[in-house]
């Protein structure tokens, strides 16, 4: 997936975040205006211009374009050119916040598809953030309460019985949750991916492992 796209999936799906317009192209306008009378009308300052646009309006507008031309004694194609060159300027409206991932030969060894997997459900996540919400006591008990139950192991040593007891109690972040996907498309991913990485994760890191190491020196103590 090229940097492109990546961008426009948050674009696209950040409905949340999406910053607002007031006066559509109106507000483009106003700022291609004011960047023409702060330059004085430079033609070598043109990319300033557009920064100054992008930055006020978040994108580019086809309205902006049209003043930039006339007051530059330009085409509004030479305009567009100059903008569509520089992959940061855009021609639409998009999230608040862009997240760019390169795509070199480097990046996709080093877990380029995972943080593309992990981008997408996150974000479908939540979408549907209100749905988790409606199940979210017994989701935060059954993400708390199985994984310390499924982690109280005995018959080991001490090390040997923590260590299994942590992993018995995780799960693999990134690899369930596509497993989840795929075998049942239907379920909701602001449930089970919620639950897994905000509530099992977090737990795990900050209570569950003290909690297990306790749990496991109590049996050790009571088995003798």
């Known amino acids: 997936m090229s940097i492109d796209s990546v961008t426009d999936i948050v674009a696209s799906e950040s409905a949340v975040t999406t910053l607002p317009e007031p006066h559509g192209g109106e507000a483009g306008q106003g700022l291609a205006s ?65 997240i760019y991932l390169c795509d070199s030969v480097t990046a996709k060894m080093s877990g380029h598809a995972e943080v593309i997997f992990l981008l997408e459900m996150g974000m479908a996540a939540a979408s549907r953030l209100r749905e988790f919400m409606r199940v979210g006591g017994r989701m935060l008990a059954f993400g708390v309460l199985v994984p310390l139950f499924n982690g109280t192991l005995v ?49 795990m890191l900050v209570l569950g492992i003290p909690l297990l190491y306790g749990v496991t020196v109590w049996w050790q103590a009571l088995l003798g």
């Open 34 to 98: 004011r960047a023409l009378k702060r330059h004085r009308a430079d033609r070598t300052r043109l990319l300033d211009m557009l920064w100054d646009v992008q930055r006020g309006h978040g994108y580019i507008s086809a309205e902006a374009v049209e003043v930039f031309a006339k007051g530059l004694n330009l085409s509004p194609y030479d305009v567009r050119e100059t903008a569509s060159f520089y992959h940061f300027f855009h021609d639409r409206p998009g999230g608040r916040y862009r």
């Open 155 to 203: 018959g080991l040593s001490l090390g040997s019985a923590f260590v299994l007891a942590c992993a018995a109690a995780s799960a693999s972040y990134i690899d369930a949750p596509a497993a989840v996907r795929a075998t049942f498309p239907e379920a909701n991913p602001s449930i089970y991916l919620t639950s897994s990485v905000g509530v099992t994760l977090p737990f």
